[in-house]
């Protein structure tokens, strides 16, 4: 096996390949990448086991083969190069040979038997979505996803497809947001899937234009093509909590704020809270919200007041810092309306004006204050 390619095509494609690499693993074969030529055309495949990336290259001067190579060796070299083109040759050993116009190296690789086969798309139907779509699915939903092990579910999102449109929740147990999108042309596939966020992250590096992806959902994997690299990821086969039971019906008390001086305002007042809590308290009055918190073990106080518009009793409700800026964040519109009811239930967040069309609901969990 043999082949020549220029540094930073090869650059481009190893680093993401790495995205699917796991920095550690039970399974060493899986720190290597395979590589396989067939027809004058490079393959480069990466995986985790859960998601892999193939990648489709040209090359020259190829020869067929097949070899594992430890990827994290060939990214480091691949980066250290200048830029010229590179020869590869693998010895009837299993050794690949790297040569350029600043020397020679050589690198072991492992034989192909040994990693793991592609991941069969069984019973699979295409959705068909546009880039820009799908892009804004995962921007608004995809922060909201747990980070916790322990809930395999929910560090997915969860992809509710019918005939005119998608809803897509996302929750870590704090937060929750519902995107529902309308009238969307093209959607073959319907039915309920949750996605791993690993692979819709990973997913929105890719996703570039407004042209139309396919996306291969099948009954325990789903694939996308784009141009010459193809992702694919394993379904989170369970299933998704009722959301819908935990969006409160009888939030009636609304506050109004600016956006982006509420966002700021939490910024630097949470500076003085404590680093574990993250507490902040808002102290709601008709016109105005006074924005407190306090850390004892430091002595740190902050305290900011700004104007709003409340049409409920005075109440003082708590949230932790980091979720209500991330929250705040990911609010398009430049005034917000927040639905409350009382200091010990779910706040809704909900756009103030609404271009998109796109229906979108966050909800944040209030944590009980400090007396």
Do not use: W
């Not at 990973?202 to 690299?229: F, P, R």
């Not at 809270?273 to 808002?282: E, F, I, P």
């Not at 009382?342 to 069309?357: E, I, K, T, W």
């Amino acid at each position: 096996m043999k082949f020549s390619i220029n540094k930073n095509t090869l650059l481009k494609k190893l680093q993401l390949l790495s995205k699917a690499t796991p920095s550690r693993s039970t399974l060493p074969i899986i720190s290597s990448a395979l590589f396989s030529i067939k027809e004058g055309q490079l393959e480069m495949r990466a995986t985790d086991l859960e998601i892999s990336i193939n990648i489709e290259s040209q090359i020259t001067d190829g020869e067929e083969g097949c070899i594992a190579i430890p990827l994290g060796k060939l990214l480091d070299i691949t980066s250290a190069m200048p830029d010229c083109d590179i020869d590869f040759s693998v010895s009837d050993i299993g050794k690949m040979n790297i040569s350029c116009n600043t020397g020679r190296y050589t690198i072991m690789g492992q034989s192909s038997d040994e990693f793991p086969s592609e991941q069969a798309i069984e019973n699979s139907q295409t959705l068909q979505i546009s880039s820009k779509e799908l892009r804004d699915i995962i921007s608004n939903t995809s922060y909201a996803a747990s980070k916790d092990d322990l809930k395999p579910v929910l560090q997915g999102v969860l992809f509710q497809i019918q005939n005119d449109g998608i809803i897509s929740v996302a929750t870590d147990g704090h937060r929750l947001v519902k995107l529902e999108k309308k009238k969307l042309h093209s959607l073959d596939y319907t039915g309920d899937v949750v996605v791993p966020i690993k692979f819709l992250s990973l997913l929105n590096t890719q996703l570039t234009g407004d042209g139309e992806v396919s996306m291969l959902i099948g009954d325990n994997h789903i694939q996308i093509q784009l141009e010459n690299v193809t992702i694919t990821t394993r379904i989170i086969k369970d299933s998704y909590p009722d959301y819908e039971g935990v969006i409160p019906k009888d939030n009636t008390k609304t506050l109004v704020i600016n956006k982006d001086g509420f966002t700021e305002a939490i910024k630097r007042v949470s500076i003085f809270s404590n680093k574990s809590s993250r507490q902040v308290a808002l102290e709601l009055t008709e016109n105005s919200m006074t924005i407190t918190t306090e850390d004892p073990e430091n002595i740190t106080t902050g305290k900011e007041t700004l104007d709003c518009e409340y049409d409920g009793e005075p109440m003082t409700i708590g949230y932790n810092a980091f979720y209500l800026k991330e929250v705040l964040q990911h609010q398009q519109s430049d005034e917000i309306k927040i639905m409350l009811n009382s200091p010990l239930s779910a706040g809704l967040f909900l756009p103030m004006d609404n271009d998109s069309g796109d229906d979108k609901t966050t909800l944040l969990m209030p944590i009980r204050l400090n007396d």
